[in-house]
């Protein structure tokens, strides 16, 4: 019999990079409360930020057992090249041991190694080990995002086990279409608007099982002291009576790491020469460079009205002081857009699919270079404004929480 005064215990699996910051305010959130027992699996970069933020959790090496021989001689091959300032060799060893061994195990060894000779780590569906995991730490809920691999595994295997699970979608899930639009893949997914509700409603999904909650990785941006610090910081620099473009940079591979298409890797510093040509055509411009943290270019910002902004410069007051965003696909056009912000996206990358600013009405899609200054005054001058329905920031935590007790007392 179950006791009815025992905690109900949730576990996260969840991947880093922007997956791990939409996890992170739901954990302290529930934290706080106490009403549950909380479990992470933190995977691969995930462990750095969740260290940092000092969450405890568990990787694939806390469920290494002595049989697993094999296994282990499998990640020491497979574990080349590890930067272990990013993901220990121990961790990167017992991940790629344990998803490969479960591939050899439901595939058989040559399936194996063709799959993973053509897809990599992208062909990791560890389903042996997740149902380890359930054995030993025994959810009554799983959470996860929207990545493949771990998290698909975690969330099929609660399905097998008829373990409540929710899905969380950071932005537009197109990628993860094919998965997360499926018909029972999770009881319920968060989603961070009616655009993205949509379209997995038209991929197969019932409207009740899609719960429009916003992402709560942006809760931040509703901080009432953001106003103030950006005007401050305008102040400071001399934006007044300016109009203040932030291009926000990031790296176009030469092939999509999913699709296969075929990118330009010099389209980011081709957008910036441009840049600096329309500042220096226009007085009363003032231009802030904002390199992406995997982008490696070196930007001189010897010409008169462009500044570097540093990583270390914080992003939210960034965005709240300028007044218009220049991306490709960054989800920093996202976060200036929930900020109010004019965004001007570069709709000629291999990303533009994955992240369809325009066509949801958040921005002004540029289709060729020659055309971004007749955007930009499209903007100054109120010619474009966006339409799309965005939930109002600050509220999402504690929507997704509300999902998450609903699932609990089911």
Known sequence: ???????????????????????????????????????????????????????????????????????????????????????????????????????????????????????????????????????????????????????????????????????????????????????????????????????????????????????????????????????????ERGWNNKTVILWASQAEPSIHPVTGKQGDPDLPRKIEKELFHLIDQNKDWRLVVRLHPSDNARISNKMDRVEISPLSEDLATLLKAVDIVVTIASTVGLEGALLGKSILTMDMSLFTPDAPFAKMGLSKGIPNLKDLGEGIKDVIDGRWRSTAPLPPVGQATDKVIQVIDHLCQE
Not at 114 to 131: C, D, E, I, K, T
Request: net charge neutral; glycine share 6%; proline share 5%.
């Open 1 to 235: 019999m179950n006791d009815p005064h025992k905690k109900k215990s949730i576990l996260f699996v969840t991947y880093g990079a922007g997956h791990v910051n939409m996890i992170i305010p739901v954990w302290r959130s529930l934290q706080k409360r106490n009403q549950y027992k909380l479990n992470l699996i933190g995977l691969t970069n995930a462990g750095k930020v969740l260290q940092k933020s000092g969450i405890p959790y568990y990787g694939f090496k806390d469920f290494m057992k002595d049989a697993d021989v094999e296994a282990l001689e499998w990640g020491k091959k497979l574990a080349t090249d590890v930067d272990e300032n990013i993901v220990p060799y121990e961790e990167t060893v017992a991940y790629l041991g344990l998803s490969y061994f479960d591939m050899v195990e439901r595939l058989g060894a040559d399936k194996a190694a063709a799959q993973y000779s053509r897809l990599g780590r992208q062909a990791f569906l560890p389903l042996s080990v997740m149902n380890r995991i359930f054995e030993d730490l025994k959810p009554d809920l799983v959470i996860t995002t929207s990545s493949p691999r771990a998290e698909r595994a975690a969330i099929m295997t609660a399905g097998k086990l008829n373990i409540p699970s929710l899905c969380l979608v950071d932005l537009f899930g197109l990628l993860e279409i094919t998965w997360v639009g499926q018909p029972g893949y999770s009881n319920r997914v968060c989603v961070m608007s009616d655009y993205v509700k949509n379209i997995l409603i038209d991929a197969g999904r019932s409207p009740e099982e899609v719960i429009v909650t916003g992402n709560p990785v942006f809760d931040r941006l509703a901080s009432p002291e953001l106003a103030r610090q950006a005007e401050v910081l305008r102040k």
